[in-house]
């Protein structure tokens, strides 16, 4: 009863796609070839032959699996490392930390998200989980693994109660009697990104890390934006109570 | 220790403390006893670390950390957290597998993902 099925857990090495799928059955080594990356072989599903097959539809998710480089020392070079290295790095037994491969700033992903009629801090909410990267199973909270938000009208975004009228934000200028209170009315009509920005900056970490990730923060009023370049995708929002409710 | 093996322990201090011996002694042993107690404070980070990464991970699947684990025991899978939050980078497909394991063990459960049958399984060499 306590085995893990072997029925269900069929091992794949989702590896990037620019490498060769070719497979093969053993990890054996070539002696020709200066390095050599293991693969496992590539498993096909056939048609499932009942309705009670499922099938592992794995299309929509973006399994990004962190640098799998497995690489084995050839034969003519083993006499340089001692016996326990010679199979690769230990990647079981070490906790992976990323390299700055994992995390280049041009191959992030970008999401966008239509603030109109969304409860503010429920928004504010799911943008600093996925701009600080804890949706990731790679997440680390030393490196910025996380993603670029752009948010758009921004002006619309909505609160419950009588937040319009009474919610307050204060600044300082740092000179006594300097004390700056505006409600949330005067701010949305004044700079109405700022009312999501202050909100988001409230929900990252303090700290250098925690500014530079801010700046993956785009806020912009209308519905336009200038980054279709980088091809942002539908922000996944899991909150169910993030809509106003009319 | 004599001034040599302090000043030796004292190199990449801010300021004084990495130059005159007076202020570096003061660092240097601050620095033992923080070494000293975050000895201890690692093993903490890391399980807590690898929590972190495995609630990530179980939440793409829909299921929190606090259930998985508790399917798990239910199942009496031993894996321990750093080997689990290992699979869950590296091997997504078993790691989806194991959380189906972890949802099937409680009876009752709306969302119970039948095991693929392995005569629907070729594999192309």
């Known amino acids: 009863m306590a085995l893990l099925c072997a029925s269900t857990s069929v091992i794949f090495s989702s590896s990037s796609s620019e490498r060769p799928s070719f497979a093969s059955l053993k990890r054996t080594i070539p002696s020709n070839q ?5 693969f496992f072989p590539v498993v096909a599903l056939s048609k499932p032959s009942s309705a009670r097959t499922t099938t592992l539809s794995f299309s ?3 399994f990004r699996v962190c640098c799998q480089d497995l690489s084995l020392v050839p034969e003519n070079q083993r006499w340089m490392f001692e016996e326990s290295e010679a199979d690769g790095p230990d990647i079981w037994n070490n906790t992976w930390y990323p390299k700055a491969k994992d995390h280049i700033n041009t191959e992030k992903t970008w999401y966008i998200v239509d603030a109109a009629d969304k409860i503010l801090g429920r928004l504010a909410s799911t943008i600093a989980v996925h701009i600080r990267g804890k949706n990731l199973p790679t997440y680390t ?19 419950s109660g009588k937040k319009r009228t009474q919610k307050l934000y204060r600044r300082h200028s740092g000179r006594p009697g300097g004390m700056k209170v505006e409600t949330f009315n005067q701010l949305q009509q004044r700079i109405p990104e700022r009312i999501i920005e202050h909100a988001v900056r409230g929900m990252l970490p303090k700290g250098r890390l925690g500014r530079a990730l801010f700046n993956h923060l785009k806020v912009y009023k209308g519905a336009d934006h200038p980054h279709e370049a980088q091809k942002p995708i539908e922000l996944p929002i899991r909150d169910k109570r993030v809509q106003k409710q009319r | ?11 990449g201090f801010r300021g004084r403390a990495k130059n005159c011996i007076r202020i570096a002694r003061e660092r ?3 620095a033992l006893q923080y070494s000293y107690r ?8 890391m399980r807590s670390l690898w929590i972190q990464r495995i609630n990530a991970g179980t939440r793409q699947h829909g299921v929190n950390y606090g ?3 508790h399917g798990l025991m239910k199942e009496n899978i031993q894996l321990n957290r750093k080997v689990l939050s290992e699979i869950s980078m590296r091997e997504p497909y078993s790691f989806k597998a194991l959380v189906d394991i972890s949802r099937n063990a409680f009876p009752g459960n709306k969302n119970v993902v039948l095991p693929t049958r392995k005569a629907d399984i070729s594999i192309n060499v």
């Open chain 1, 60 to 62: 929509k998710r973006d």
């Open chain 1, 34 to 38: 200066s390095s050599f990356l293991g």
């Open chain 2, 38 to 45: 975050d000895r201890r404070n690692k093993k903490r980070d």
């Open chain 1, 141 to 159: 909270p030393s490196v910025d693994m996380g993603a670029f938000v752009i948010v758009v009208n921004a002006e619309k975004v909505a609160v």
């Open chain 2, 1 to 11: 220790m004599n001034k040599k093996e302090i000043l030796k322990l004292a190199k």
């Open chain 2, 28 to 30: 240097v042993e601050k």
């Open chain 2, 67 to 69: 259930n998985f684990m």
